[in-house]
């Protein structure tokens, strides 16, 4: 078999939007390129995770500081699939921001009844949540459920080193 002339070839560069889009959300960088191809994904007809395309383009709106877009996308993801966790969770971390803690509760709820991807994150939100509310007894159990979760994550631990347990019926000073 006679060998192929290298001067013939041509590179092919994958540029899957969809692709391009996740890797935006995930990396939080070139945002306005990567909410391009987020857009040119969500309109492919072919697509097959549409509702995670939603989300990660929610992810780059909220980077983007557009809470509004970040909050419809979260809501067309979860018309898709109603059982995508990870669409309540990032609501929820919207809606914190909104300083809507109801609601953000409620989603975080949902998200976790979902098995979100990042379980630590959604319980060290419900703590927060419930930290600014007075609610410390439930707060401190949220950030240990998150350090349960996650034993390295920082956010938690660090919190959870303001807290000092008492015997119930103890006074402190």
């Known amino acids: 078999m006679p060998d192929k002339p290298m001067d013939n070839l041509t590179m092919i560069y994958s540029t899957d939007p969809a692709l391009q889009c996740y890797n935006t959300a995930l990396a939080g960088s070139d945002l306005k390129y990567g909410l391009e191809h987020c857009n040119t994904a969500v309109l492919d007809p072919m697509m097959n995770y549409r509702a995670e395309t939603f989300v990660n383009r929610g992810i780059i709106r909220y980077d983007m500081g557009d809470h509004s877009g970040a909050l419809n996308d979260f809501s067309n993801a979860l018309e898709y699939n109603p059982t995508l966790g ?65 034993p390295d994550y920082g956010p938690a631990r660090r919190q959870l080193e303001r807290f000092k347990v008492v015997p119930k019926g103890t006074e402190t000073q």
């Open 86 to 150: 990870d669409a309540y969770l990032n609501q929820a971390l919207v809606l914190v921001a909104e300083k809507r803690p109801a609601e953000a509760m409620a989603a975080i709820n949902q998200g976790i009844a979902l098995g979100a991807t990042n379980l630590q994150v959604a319980y060290y939100s419900r703590a927060m949540i419930a930290d600014d509310a007075g609610h410390y007894a439930q707060a401190y159990r949220d950030y240990r459920q998150a350090l349960k979760i996650k």
